[in-house]
């Protein structure tokens, strides 16, 4: 609890990437371990959902089917490892409301009045996003995704949508650092 409480106000209040060598701790979010089981932290729906997508990301790490993509000892492929490297990902919530401007994605209620009382569902489309290292790929600052285990009160604490299900939709971002080799 201390490591992810200190993890927590770096990324927070330092502004800081997660801590690889604290692979257990999800930050603000709570512990990654155990992966599996009842995991509601203080009934927040946003931060419980988000642990629960990085545990999956933690469990694909741990049964050997992801790999580390991310610095130089993965310049020329990317190399086995069974915890999860936390910096090569940046996570953005994109339903029931999205990171850019909260406006209600497709299938959400947004009790649009037509006339003779009736409401209907609005559609605008899905909000759609640049990725977020694609002008600053060292950029520790993004107001479209966030790191693993950053306060929800700095991204989306008020995304949820009542009476959607909080069923929550997520776009998880994977940095790949590679070597173009010789180009015949």
């Not at 989306?156 to 015949?184: A, I, R, T």
Request: aromatic share 10%; net charge neutral.
């Amino acid at each position: 609890a201390l490591t992810e409480a200190g993890e927590c106000a770096y990324l927070s209040l330092g502004g800081g990437k997660p801590i690889d060598a604290a692979y257990f701790s999800a930050g603000c979010w709570g512990g990654i371990y155990p992966m599996v089981g009842d995991n509601m932290t203080n009934g927040d729906p946003i931060r419980t959902s988000s642990l629960d997508a990085v545990r999956m990301l933690a469990l694909g790490f741990r049964l050997g089917f992801m790999r580390k993509s991310e610095g130089t000892a993965v310049d020329c492929g990317p190399k086995r490892t069974y915890v999860l490297p936390k910096q090569q990902y940046r996570m953005q919530i994109i339903f029931p409301n999205d990171e850019t401007n909260n406006v209600p994605n497709p299938g959400v209620p947004s009790s649009v009045p037509q006339t003779g009382g009736v409401n209907v569902i609005a559609s605008p489309g899905l909000n759609s996003t640049p990725t977020p290292t694609a002008s600053n790929p060292g950029s520790t600052s993004s107001k479209c995704a966030h790191w693993i285990g950053k306060s929800p009160l700095q991204w989306g604490e008020w995304d949820g949508q009542p009476g959607s299900g909080n069923n929550f939709v997520y776009l998880v971002w994977q940095w790949s650092d590679c070597c173009m080799g010789v180009l015949g």
